[in-house]
């Protein structure tokens, strides 16, 4: 029996889409995540998986069913809920960064929004995350002017910079070559298990995939997406795991051909 | 009753009568014009409330990152259109006032012409005609700002990051346009009075500049400054509210930019030959 607390849990959502709230792509999603848990969702392209995580960071709300987050419901996501809200880190597939603002910019927006920092501790902290991420050489760029990859660990700096317990990657792996995609994994595993730049602490992971195979871990944990049913599939290999259509379609698939 | 007026002032039943077929008859057409109206307003009214209960609420939030994005938007919707409104008050001062002047001067009725400046510079024509330039080279770059921004999902990014894109992206808007059209109606009044009167000595008309400002400093009262301060703050306010709506609080695909662009300079507009009703009845009332 698992005795963490459920940091993320899902009853009986109806997740829809983001473009058009009358769409329905997932129902009744039940499903907990507790402290210290990997989770990759893995699903087809458009099959609601991105939908499936707004709604777990509290961005939209369930047209039905509960969806709480550190215990606190996601209708009730309010401004007084600020304190829940920045436990929780998000990081878009597409990177989402403003191209009105560098890449140093990007990651000190939300340092210096929520935090009373001060121009040099800022600047310190936005440095070192660079330097983390291995994006100091593209700091004073502008997103459109970088490469996907680099835009994408930008996103994922930004996503890191208050320290979230909770961090949700959308398809992080999507579109990177096998260099990059070594790097991310190898980043990923250390924050999960506890990287130093964040104290040491172990972060709670939720990724979404496309492509099954780089994320073939014994302690991780898979659901799968298929056809508007979210499924708890448990750990690699198992019996659910393997006879899921979703794992036989996307384990099927070539690698190269999964992105975006 | 209830819940289908719920219904009916949704964004969903919006788009379905902007984008339903013509009906039959011409009663159905107007009914849902009038019924698309009503649904602009209220989705207005509410936005202008949002806006303002942001205003207030966190004024003084996030100052790091607020105070550059409202200085930005102070030289955007301002500083930076001064070269602009230098030109058109030196030509609102030789075609209209210089004009005014001269016609007065050849019937004598040079005693009016302070009132007449008052009526004409001060009340009405420098704060509308800075209203309608501010919303045609600022209004018109908000829509299409945010509009692009919505599209391609800086929303939804700025959620993600906690911050209110109202806080983020409207309040610096509203605080740029409000004292934008403040300040540069104000420019443009004290511009156009003053090419007025250089249009006048170069026409020899017999005026002195001495005459010409006493007149016009008798004829302006305190009203005029009260009024004037509020009109140009409500002009501000309300084409950052039509514009900032337009652009942000509907979604939108990147190709209804311009579209979109187009209605909210035409609301804007709408909406500032109202305020002006509006100030004109107060000006007629006290």
Known sequence: ?260 | MRDNLAKAFDRANLQRFRYAPLPRSYTNYLGRQIFLLLLTIQGLAAFALITLGVLLRKSHAARGVMQPRVRQEINRAGVALLPMFFFVALALGFLVIGQTVAALAKVGATDYLGETMVIVVVRELGPLLTAMLVLARVGTANVIELGTARALGDVEALEALSIDPVHYLIMPRVLGMVLGVFALTIYLVLGALASGCLFAFLANVPLTPGDYFRQIAEALNWLDFVLLGLKTCAFGFFIAVVTCYHGLAQPLRLDEVSRVAVRAVTQGIVVCVLIDAVFIVLYLAT
Request: glycine share 8%; charged share 20%; net charge negative.
């Open chain 1, 1 to 260: 029996m698992d005795t963490k607390a459920a940091i993320l849990d899902m009853q009986g959502v109806q997740v829809t889409a983001l473009r058009d709230p009358s769409i329905i792509v997932l129902e009744e999603v039940t499903w907990s995540v507790r402290t210290g848990e990997f989770w990759v969702v893995a699903g087809a392209q458009h099959s609601g998986k991105s939908d499936l995580l707004l709604h777990a960071a509290g961005l939209m709300t369930p047209s039905a069913g509960t969806c709480r987050v550190f215990g606190c419901d996601t209708h009730q996501f309010d401004e007084t809920q600020m304190a829940v809200r920045l436990r929780v880190g998000l990081a878009f597939a597409d990177g989402k960064l403003f191209n009105q603002l560098t890449l140093a910019e990007n990651i000190a927006l939300p340092l210096l929004y929520h935090q009373r920092l001060t121009d040099a501790e800022a600047v310190r902290r936005v440095e070192a995350l660079l330097e983390l991420l291995e994006l100091t050489p593209q700091a004073d760029a502008r997103p459109e002017n970088v490469p996907a990859v680099w835009r994408r660990r930008a996103a994922l700096a930004r996503a890191l910079a208050l320290q979230p317990e909770l961090l949700l990657l959308d398809n992080p792996n999507g579109g990177l070559t096998a260099r990059h995609r070594q790097w991310q994994m190898n980043f990923l595993d250390q924050l999960w298990r506890g990287h130093d730049f964040f104290g040491g602490h172990p972060m709670t992971l939720v990724a979404t995939t496309d492509d099954l195979q780089p994320w073939r871990h014994p302690q991780r944990k898979f659901a799968g997406v298929h056809e508007g049913h979210f499924t708890v599939l448990g750990a690699w290999g198992g019996d659910e795991f393997t006879g899921h259509r979703a794992v036989k379609e996307l384990l099927a698939l070539p690698e190269g051909q999964v992105g975006g």
